[in-house]
């Protein structure tokens, strides 16, 4: 692993810039003298900061002194710590969310009337599944405004006089409440139940 070798080179960085020439010499010799063969670029520049001070204005040599070459290094010890575990660097919850959102997203998932109980009327989920593709539905579904609920042969929808559907079962309950009358939830249109169509689902 390349780990070693870069906090190899980050452990002598620090000797000098601690000015410990000495102690940094036989730092390289002992540790850094076998990565010669395969990291021998990269290991003459860094030796080359024994010429310099750790506030070198030289852009080439500045850089190594850099304390952002930490995160780097922590940034490289958790890519080879996942590497080794076979984890992901993606939480897997948020994997599992994703799998589970991309079946259920659809364009009315963004809509302002979206079912409460659909997760992807919550903001959060909203953003977890923002890059995801929308789902494939091989057949079409009609879900009942009022209710919220499937409308198929046994829960048929209902047309009113203006054109919106709504399912039989919805409809039928509110003119069991309203003396046969339908009011229509979206525009307030008022008709008689005996005015609908049933519509048929192909």
């Known amino acids: 692993s390349k780990f070693e070798f870069q906090l190899r080179l980050q452990e002598f960085i620090e000797l000098v810039r601690d000015e410990q020439n000495l102690r940094a010499i036989t730092y390289a010799r002992k540790y850094l003298a ?8 990269e290991l003459q520049r860094v030796v080359a900061t024994l010429a310099f001070k750790s ?7 500045k850089v190594l002194f850099d304390t952002k070459q930490w995160d780097y290094l922590v940034q490289q010890f ?28 659809t364009p009315f998932c963004y ?17 977890l599944a923002f890059a995801l593709p929308f789902s494939k539905q091989h057949h079409s579904k009609l879900v009942c405004y009022i209710t919220k609920e499937l ?6 929808p209902m047309v009113l006089p203006n054109g ?26 008022v008709c008689n139940y005996s005015n609908l169509a049933k519509a048929f689902i192909s």
Request: include cysteine; aromatic fraction near 10%; proline fraction near 7%.
């Open 55 to 61: 506030n070198t204005e030289c852009a080439t040599y």
């Open 164 to 189: 919106y559907v709504y399912s039989s079962k919805a409809l039928e309950e509110m003119a069991r409440k309203n003396s046969g009358k339908i009011t229509c939830p979206r525009t307030g249109l």
């Open 111 to 127: 809509e302002d009337d979206c079912p409460k109980d659909d997760p992807l009327s919550q903001e959060n989920f909203r953003k």
């Open 34 to 41: 076998p990565w010669g063969i395969t990291h021998l670029k």
């Open 151 to 156: 409308m198929d042969t046994e829960n048929p």
């Open 78 to 105: 958790k890519q080879e710590f996942y590497r080794l575990y076979g984890m992901t660097q993606e939480p897997l919850l948020n994997i599992y969310l994703q799998a589970g959102l991309s079946a259920l997203k």
